[in-house]
């Protein structure tokens, strides 16, 4: 490809990102601080697939910190923009 590599990189567990990549689209068209993040990560420059790629890391961590800490999952906590901070 012109743009470089077109699929996610075989590093790490392959379940993890088998079991992540579905859910992680899933959150970038319903969940709004997914999509926006996503729109901000295309925006610089980066691939769909990339943008995804960041959706699941930010899940993975988030999910993992909600679990180490008996909490309950809340995707505002994971997406900080500075728009929303100026809003509030």
Not at 2 to 12: E, H, L
Not at 21 to 49: Q, W
Request: hydrophobic share 40%; charged share 30%; net charge positive.
């Amino acid at each position: 490809s012109v743009k470089g590599g077109s699929r996610i990189s075989k590093a790490g567990n392959a379940y993890l990102r088998s079991a992540l990549y579905m859910p992680a689209l899933s959150a970038a068209r319903h969940d709004e601080n997914a999509r926006e993040f996503r729109e901000r990560l295309v925006a610089r420059g980066k691939t769909k697939l990339q943008a995804n790629v960041a959706i699941m890391r930010k899940y993975l961590t988030g999910l993992w910190t909600a679990y180490r800490q008996c909490q309950a999952f809340d995707s505002d906590k994971l997406f900080n923009f500075s728009e929303k901070k100026l809003e509030h």
